[in-house]
């Protein structure tokens, strides 16, 4: 029962790794430089939105048969994989952020920003895979803090870095490929 909290957090901890979230993190506590209120703004954001994708994902298991759903999951986890070598692009002139408080302006950039993310499709994947559902998405809102809130409280020394988190997504597309393989010959369904 564990497993779907674990693998959860593992998974999107480091699909999240120089995603444009994390870039959105850095540019936020650089504008407003209030971490606490950017953090309870990524939390909100990434619970409703995570608890929606993860929601659906419980839905369509109820509509599809186990052996459609296991390649429907196989090859959703392989094109995850595949998307996670295209590096993000974050384009900050089209923000629009700064009229707001740092907690709100984070909490709907944020969940904006993750709608048809990467790690939105894979919350459905999971909770289609895992059970309890709540398991899944508090997996993927830890592995999206672990991935964002560092960004937020060290912001200069993680900018610096940026170019070495760029292969990082390698390591993601690998780790969504393997479990994409793992759907596909029926292991851990």
């Known amino acids: ?11 999107v901890a480091v699909a999240e790794m120089g995603d444009k979230t994390q870039l959105l993190a850095l540019i936020l506590a650089a504008r407003f430089r209030k971490p606490l209120p950017i953090v309870a703004g990524i939390f909100v954001a990434t619970i409703i939105n995570h608890f929606a994708a993860g929601w659906i994902g419980v ?15 196989g090859i959703g986890f392989l ?9 993000d692009q974050f384009d900050e002139k089209d923000n629009g952020i700064k009229p707001y408080g740092a907690f709100i302006a984070t909490a709907l950039t944020f969940f904006l920003a993750e709608m048809g993310d990467k ?4 919350t459905v994947a999971l909770a289609v895979n895992y059970q309890p559902l709540w398991q899944v998405v508090a997996g993927t809102t830890l592995g999206m803090m672990i991935a ?10 993680i ?27 029926g292991v851990g369904l």
Do not use: K
């Open 79 to 87: 094109a995850i994989a595949a998307w996670a070598l295209i590096p």
């Open 159 to 185: 900018s610096a870095r940026m170019h070495v988190l760029r292969y990082v997504r390698f390591v993601a597309s690998a780790i969504f490929a393997v479990l994409g393989v793992c759907a596909l010959a």
């Open 1 to 11: 029962m564990i497993d779907a909290f674990l693998v959860s957090t593992g998974v």
């Open 59 to 73: 839905w369509l298991s109820g509509f599809i048969a186990p052996e459609i759903l296991r390649w429907v999951v």
């Open 119 to 122: 790690t939105q499709i894979a």
């Open 148 to 157: 964002d809130v560092p960004a937020v409280f060290v912001g200069q020394w």
